[in-house]
């Protein structure tokens, strides 16, 4: 990956910052610890599986999960699946419950879409029939 298709380090919009999951977050929702800065419900399942895509030891990748602040607290995740090949990038995103029904994925999507867009990169994303 080229510097040039680096998203930004630090993401925010007007009621959100999406900030990279450290590898110390990554170790912490990996082994069920705990943060004082995490909603009571946070880290999801999603969550702990997007934590997995960090590498132990390494820099946070800005094309890897991002914790979805609102509010002081972390009330979800948002992220690509890893850098753009030919061009596009996978994404998956999700809240905790009490945070859903306020716009608040919707925010974090165009923040992080904006980001994407300014770089000439497509962005798709998988629902699931469910959801």
């Known amino acids: 990956m080229s510097e040039a298709l680096a998203l930004p380090?630090?993401?925010a919009s007007s009621r959100l910052r999406l900030i990279l999951v450290s590898p110390e977050d990554a170790a912490?929702?990996?082994?069920?610890?705990?943060q004082s800065r995490w909603h009571p419900g946070y880290p999801r399942r999603d969550d702990i599986d997007a934590a997995s895509l960090v590498?132990?030891?390494a820099p946070a990748d800005p094309w890897g999960p991002r914790h979805i602040v609102w509010e002081q607290l972390a009330v979800g995740s948002i992220g690509c699946f890893g850098p753009?090949?030919?061009?596009?990038?996978?994404?998956?995103?999700?809240?905790?419950e009490?945070?859903?029904?306020?716009?608040?994925?919707?925010?974090?999507l165009a923040c992080l879409l904006?980001?994407?867009?300014?770089?000439g990169v497509r962005v798709r994303a998988s629902v699931a029939p469910s959801n």
């Open 114 to 119: 904006a980001a994407t867009d300014a770089l």
């Open 28 to 34: 912490d929702m990996l082994a069920g610890r705990r």
């Open 84 to 96: 753009p090949i030919e061009g596009e990038v996978e994404v998956g995103y999700g809240l905790v």
């Open 55 to 57: 590498r132990p030891g």
């Open 9 to 11: 380090r630090d993401l």
């Open 98 to 108: 009490q945070a859903r029904g306020r716009g608040l994925a919707t925010e974090a």
